[in-house]
C-alpha cells in the first residue's frame, strides 16, 4: 500500500526566508504526486502536480517542487515566504493508475514571523 | 466561474439524528469525492464515485451514506450509526488524474 509521510507537523520562518516542506513516498513505482495548500477554514488549493517528464515543477503562488526518484521524494520550496504564505501544506500520492484516489499526508503547519 | 459549492458551511447535529451534507460542482467533472478532516489526522476517505449512480467505500465510510443522481450533485448522509461526527467535511471533484478541485467545506457539530 502506498503510503506518504510528512516528517515535520509545524515549520516556523520569518518572512523572506526561504522555505522547504518534505514529503517522502512509499511505493515501488513513479507515483503522480501533488501539493495542496489549505487557509483556516478553507478548502484546499492545488499548488502543483507532477506526472513525469521533467522533475523539477513550477505552481502557483511562486512554489515549486523537485521529485527525486532516489529518495522518493517530493519537496515543496519557495526562495522567499510572504506572510499569507502561512497556511497548512499537504502532500498527497496517487499510485492508483487510474483510480485516482490518492493518499494524503498529515500536512505540515507553516507558521511565518515578520 | 466553475467550481464546488458546499453547503451549508456550519451544521450542528443533535444525538441520533442524520444530516445530510450538500456538495454541487459546475466543473463537469466525472469524479467527486467526500474527505473527513480531523485536526493532525490529515483527509481521510469517506465515499467516492466516478461516474453517475454509482459509488464506492472510502476508508471510513461506515455510519454514512451518499447517492450521485446527477452528475453535478454528490449528497453526504452522517447518519445516528456515526458516532463521532464532529468534524470538517470535504467536497472535491477530478477531471481524471489531473487533481483535486475542492469544496471550501462544513464544519459539522453534534450538540
Known amino acids: 500500500a502506498q503510503s506518504v509521510t510528512q516528517p515535520d507537523i509545524h515549520i516556523t520562518v520569518s518572512e523572506g526566508a526561504s522555505l522547504e516542506l518534505r514529503c517522502n513516498y512509499s511505493y515501488g513505482a513513479t507515483p503522480y504526486l501533488f501539493w495542496y495548500v489549505q487557509s483556516p477554514g478553507q478548502g484546499l488549493q492545488l499548488l502543483l502536480k507532477y506526472f513525469s517528464g521533467d522533475t523539477l515543477v513550477q505552481g502557483i503562488k511562486g512554489f515549486e517542487a523537485e521529485f527525486k526518484r532516489s529518495q522518493s521524494s517530493f519537496n515543496l520550496r519557495k526562495p522567499s515566504v510572504h506572510w499569507s504564505d502561512a497556511a497548512e501544506y499537504f502532500c498527497a500520492v496517487d499510485t492508483s493508475g487510474g483510480s485516482y484516489i490518492p493518499t494524503f499526508g498529515r500536512g505540515t503547519s507553516l507558521i511565518v514571523h515578520p | 466561474d466553475g467550481g464546488i459549492t458546499q453547503s451549508p458551511k456550519y451544521l450542528f447535529r443533535k444525538e441520533g439524528q442524520n444530516v445530510t451534507l450538500s456538495c454541487e460542482q459546475n466543473l463537469n467533472h466525472d469524479a467527486m469525492y467526500w474527505y473527513r478532516q480531523d485536526p493532525g489526522q490529515g483527509l481521510r476517505l469517506i465515499y467516492y464515485s466516478q461516474i453517475v449512480n454509482d459509488f464506492q467505500k472510502g476508508d471510513i465510510a461506515e455510519g454514512y451514506s451518499v447517492s450521485r443522481e446527477k452528475k453535478e450533485s454528490f449528497p453526504l448522509t452522517v447518519t445516528s450509526a456515526q458516532k463521532n461526527p464532529t468534524a470538517f467535511y470535504l467536497c472535491?471533484?477530478?477531471?481524471?488524474?489531473?487533481?483535486?478541485?475542492f469544496g471550501s467545506g462544513t464544519r459539522l457539530t453534534v450538540v
Open positions: 472535491a471533484s477530478s477531471p481524471a488524474n489531473y487533481g483535486y478541485t
